[in-house]
T-cell receptor
Framework: DTGVSQDPRHKITKRGQNVTFRCDPISEHNRLYWYRQTLGQGPEFLTYFQNEAQLEKSRLLSDRFSAERPKGSFSTLEIQRTEQGDSAMYLC???FGVGEQPQHFGDGTRLSIL | GDSVTQMEGPVTLSEEAFLTINCTYTATGYPSLFWYVQYPGEGLQLLLKATKADDKGSNKGFEATYRKETTSFHLEKGSVQVSDSAVYFCALSDLQGAQKLVFGQGTRLTINP
């Protein structure tokens, strides 16, 4: 059973650079979520896809953030012109959207901005 | 908006002690409630869930009961082990729309042998 896979596990970059993260959900899952977790806090919702459609975005998702899920399979989260405050763990989760199904999380991508 | 408040940590116990981690929530509807656990260096794993009032979720010796009257979902375990050391997150999910999770701030639990 392949779980949710995220790449890379760690990303270190300089302020102002662009970064892109990838998430591969569990294959039959049509729902995909991105969350952000800062040190000592619980994850906060960023955005949600049902298949390829991005149906909800949090106010946390500024214009510098963009997410895609082409063909309803893997998803990418891009941050442009990174800032110190973007340093966090970015978590991806997926679920099968029929009834009450739990979300399965990947191990996350830890972003550090120098 | 919806929110979850957890007992502040860190919590340190001796092996075989009784554990309670308090969780209360605020929601406009009737959310599903969850406990997730995060072991060091790993992602979040679902520990247990309850989808309606008076439901009891249980797994690996942990239990939590959905109390609508007190808007609570406290996590309990009768006898903790060193391997239970982790960060525990209480969360709710609204059944409408995205069914996104709203998490508490987490409680770090350390069990000493």
């Amino acid at each position: 059973d392949t779980g949710v896979s995220q790449d890379p596990r760690h990303k270190i970059t300089k302020r102002g650079q662009n970064v892109t993260f990838r998430c591969d959900p569990i294959s039959e899952h049509n729902r995909l979520y991105w969350y952000r977790q800062t040190l000592g806090q619980g994850p906060e919702f960023l955005t949600y896809f049902q298949n390829e459609a991005q149906l909800e975005k949090s106010r946390l998702l500024s214009d510098r953030f963009s997410a895609e899920r082409p063909k309803g399979s893997f998803s990418t989260l891009e941050i442009q012109r990174t800032e110190q405050g973007d340093s966090a763990m970015y978590l991806c989760a997926s679920s099968f959207g029929v009834g009450e199904q739990p979300q399965h999380f990947g191990d996350g991508t830890r972003l550090s901005i120098l | 908006g919806d929110s979850v408040t957890q007992m502040e940590g860190p919590v340190t116990l001796s092996e075989e002690a009784f554990l309670t981690i308090n969780c209360t929530y605020t929601a406009t509807g009737y959310p599903s409630l969850f406990w997730y656990v995060q072991y060091p260096g790993e992602g979040l794993q679902l520990l247990l869930k309850a989808t309606k009032a008076d439901d009891k979720g249980s797994n690996k010796g942990f239990e939590a009961t959905y109390r609508k009257e007190t808007t609570s979902f406290h996590l309990e375990k009768g006898s903790v082990q060193v391997s239970d050391s982790a960060v525990y997150f209480c969360a709710l999910s609204d059944l409408q729309g995205a069914q996104k999770l709203v998490f508490g701030q987490g409680t770090r639990l350390t069990i000493n042998p």
